[in-house]
């Protein structure tokens, strides 16, 4: 997987997320917005995040930075910015 490089991290737009895990916790992280994303999922993480995987997703073909047959699954998140619980898949 490529890794992406910021140089400029505090002028970059990022959001807090807070998923829930697989043993019942709370995995907080700061996600960069990236706004030329037309994906078909909400976030892209890391495949090592593994404890906020709740089920399986169908996988789809990206486009783009990321391409190819992308792996997805569903997870719960809130956006404390703006108060919102959600089920999503990535």
């Known amino acids: 997987m490529p890794i992406a490089y910021f140089p400029s991290l505090a002028n970059a737009e990022v959001v807090e997320v807070g998923f829930?895990?697989?043993t019942g916790g709370d995995l907080n992280l700061r996600l960069f917005v990236?706004?030329?994303?037309t994906g078909s999922s909400w976030f892209i993480l890391s495949r090592h995040l593994v404890n906020v995987a709740m089920s399986p997703a169908p996988a789809v073909?990206?486009?783009g930075a990321i391409h190819g047959i992308?792996?997805?699954v569903t997870v719960f998140c809130k956006i404390p910015m703006?108060?919102?619980?959600a089920s999503l898949v990535i």
């Open 70 to 72: 992308q792996q997805r």
């Open 82 to 85: 703006n108060s919102d619980q």
């Open 34 to 37: 990236d706004t030329g994303f």
């Open 61 to 63: 073909h990206a486009f």
């Open 20 to 22: 829930a895990t697989t």
